[in-house]
DNA sequence: TTAGGTGCAAATCTTTTGCAGAAAG
DNA sequence: CTTTCTGCAAAAGATTTGCACCTAA
């Protein structure tokens, strides 16, 4: 944990910003909720139980700026709020989403699908691929009842609202 | 193209919504830039153009309308603001998007490439896929120099704002 | 002392909604 | 007539911005 609050840290000294206590906060709070993909709001209120008198317009910026620096990945699924995603250390992030559209939870799987994709589009797209993502809309495990594959083990959820 | 409009009001009158001259010359605007991803506000300054009195109101609650009932396909490219693309006819519809990280545009791969996945997601994540949608962002081959692919003949693009 | 940061409130931007009137079956 | 639909204006919700003050190298 500390280890990787000092990473940001640097991360952000490196282009002349500062690790605020603010912005602690806040990393801190994407830490401990890693498994969730929070939206601004959801980071303020739990900031605010840290932070008391931090302001909405802070925790924006630090989001913004987090995710400039590709600390964070910003994502929309849709549900009119963009949310937050920490990025694991400096290994590409892959982003593939199972988002069910009955209860609303997403979860994430951790593995990377789409390297000979890639290769294709390159060969046959000329297209340069430097990020991706990928979700699916479907029925989860939760919803038709076959039950917590073992493969979703170390996978992150999203609870529905 | 009448053919395509006589198919929307079908689907319209089926759940009992009228193909109105206000709707009718929005889905008219959709038809006439396929090859776009457009957002509410360019649809309604097209449509001002045949409909001079519409309200942006009325665009928005066509827009929605056709969405619900799978004529549309509303999707979000993260430039905030919501896009929206017509289904072809009834055929499975895929997602697949190279959005350029430079100049912004947005290509459409029309194969589907997700089949074999969409078989391990059910298998081993006991997760039954109704819908998928595939992004990857990167460098275009107009910004890379490297010309025009032939894969891309039959492509959509959103052209930079 | 100087650039970066912050909180607050106001502003902006997209999208939704309430309402009274219009259109269609 | 009754339901659906429309335009307008107001409201809502998310995010950004202007500004005066603050805080660290």
């Known amino acids: ?27 801190r709070v994407l830490l401990e909720n890693e498994e969730d993909h929070l939206s601004a709001e959801d980071v303020f209120m739990l ?11 802070t925790v924006y910026r630090t989001l913004e700026l987090l995710s400039e620096l590709h600390v964070l990945e ?6 009119g709020v963009a949310r937050y995603d920490l990025r694991n250390d400096s290994t590409h992030h892959h982003h593939h989403h199972l988002i069910c559209v009955q209860c609303g ?15 294709r ?4 797209y000329h297209f340069q691929v430097l990020d991706h993502r990928l979700d699916f809309q479907g029925i989860c495990h939760r919803c038709n009842g076959r039950g917590k594959p073992a493969a979703l083990d170390r996978s992150k959820t999203h609870a529905p609202t």
């Open 1 to 27: 944990m500390e280890a990787r609050i000092e990473k940001i840290k640097q991360a952000l000294q490196s282009q002349g910003f500062k690790l605020t206590p603010q912005r602690e906060a806040t990393v």
């Open 47 to 57: 900031v605010k139980d840290k932070a008391p008198e931090i302001g909405l317009a």
């Open 74 to 79: 910003k994502m929309n699924f849709g549900d």
């Open 105 to 119: 939870s997403v979860d994430e799987i951790m593995e990377d699908w789409l390297t000979p994709l890639e290769v």
């Open 121 to 124: 589009l390159d060969e046959e």
